[in-house]
């Protein structure tokens, strides 16, 4: 064991006070070596057999969602521990239930535990994650700091132990029709069960029987969703945005999307925004797979609150990645007259496109009669209370 700057002093006086026939300086030169000897076993030991674990109960939820979690600390060796401190880190937007976050200058915001252990003594607590918004959150790395006998630091070390767990949008149901459905240009004889709203008058009384319009299921079950996430007026690279709308746009993209998969549509996602990779665009192909919805929530999950690019470049490059004839449903809180070009060209190309204009300003921003250039329909898409405890989603 190798003595630090005040088992060094100490040494020196012990033999200073030796050769100079001084008791008490000797007597302070042993009290400093020993005292530095006894810190020497928890520098050297201190962080040796100390085993850190920590577990989450589920790495996937929806905001308002309680997730647990479980830390324990297990001093595997016969040194006891006055105190051992673990930091860790954590991003912003965990909320843990049972103890606040503490924000440091060098580890910055972290969950911060404190034990004293004894020989071989194994502690486990239980904590509460509550999932208040949206996003990829993560714990950790965590740093280990454990105290000698004379409450002093004896070492420090981090570790590279992590623990992700992604929060969903929540998703409540849609009340209204969305898209309509298109006309196929022909007919069959009417069935009971039969909507009445489908029956084609004009040819029923020529043919003296009830006929009802036959619709284009090939088209009418693919639609793919088109998220603006721009929120504020300014240029697409501004990194303002308002933090409410934002969080209501994905609440209401995700009910759309379980709306969607309820009625069987084939469906998928596209945003000009970054999800956690080098590409600039959110893009989620229409698929009727089972875990379609899923894969659309766990987008949205990672959406960023503003945009990687101008919205209509995303709108004029749709048509790369779709089917002729896919239905577009835009998503938006601004005013969509900016977006007519590349709409109109999206509907030149035999794309329909329906917009849903969400937030406060939508009323004012809706233009006269409900439509766009070109005829093109405009609804609003009303959370009916504030994104963190709204119900419903209704479509006028």
């Known amino acids: 064991m190798s003595l630090g700057p005040q088992g060094a002093v100490g040494l020196f006086l012990v033999i200073g006070g030796g050769l100079l026939g001084a008791p008490l300086v000797v007597v302070l030169g042993l009290c400093a070596t020993g005292f530095d000897l006894a810190r020497g076993v928890w520098r050297e030991r201190g962080l040796v057999g100390l085993v850190y674990e920590r577990h989450l109960g589920r790495r996937e939820c929806v905001v308002g969602d309680a997730v647990p979690l479980t830390i324990s600390v297990w001093n595997r060796k016969a040194l006891p521990l006055p105190w051992v401190r673990a930091e860790d880190q954590a991003t912003e937007g965990i909320h843990v239930r049972e103890r606040s976050l503490v924000r440091g200058e060098e580890f910055g915001l972290a969950l911060v535990n404190a034990w004293t252990l004894a020989p071989y003594e194994r502690v486990v607590r239980h904590f509460t994650l509550v999932a208040e918004r949206r996003g990829v959150h993560k714990l950790g ?3 280990l700091d454990v105290g000698d006998l004379f409450a002093g630091s004896a070492g420090i070390v981090e570790i590279e132990q992590h623990d992700r767990w992604i929060v969903r949008p929540r998703s409540v149901p849609v009340r209204g029709v969305m898209v309509r459905e298109r006309w196929a240009g022909d007919e069959r004889d009417y069935v009971p069960g039969d909507p009445v709203r489908r029956i084609h008058v004009r040819t029923s009384a020529r043919l003296g029987r009830a006929v009802v319009k036959r619709f284009d299921p090939a088209r009418e079950r693919e639609v793919l969703l088109a998220l603006d ?4 007026p300014g240029p697409a690279w501004a990194t303002a ?3 409410d709308l934002v969080e209501g746009l994905c609440v209401t993209a995700a009910s759309v999307a379980r ?9 998928g996602l596209a945003a000009a925004a970054w999800s956690g990779s080098p590409r600039s665009i959110a893009f989620l192909g229409p698929s009727e797979s089972v875990s379609q919805l899923e894969r659309t929530l766990d987008l949205l999950a990672r959406l960023s609150s503003f945009p990687s ?12 990645h779709l089917r002729p004839g896919a239905t577009v449903l835009i998503l938006t809180a601004r005013d969509p007259a900016s977006f007519v070009p590349a709409i109109r060209r999206l509907t030149n190309l035999g794309y329909p496109v329906t917009v849903l204009l969400h937030g406060e300003r939508a009323e004012a921003a809706a233009p006269p009669g409900r439509r766009l250039a070109a005829g093109i329909p405009v609804r609003i898409a009303r959370l009916d209370g504030p994104w963190p405890t709204a119900s419903a989603v209704a479509i006028q």
Request: a positive charge.
């Open 141 to 143: 790395p965590v740093r």
């Open 229 to 232: 996430i721009q929120t504020l």
């Open 241 to 243: 945005y308002d933090d």
């Open 259 to 267: 709306r969607l998969r309820e009625d069987g549509a084939a469906f």
């Open 309 to 320: 690019g101008p919205f209509p470049r995303l709108l004029s490059g749709l048509p790369r």
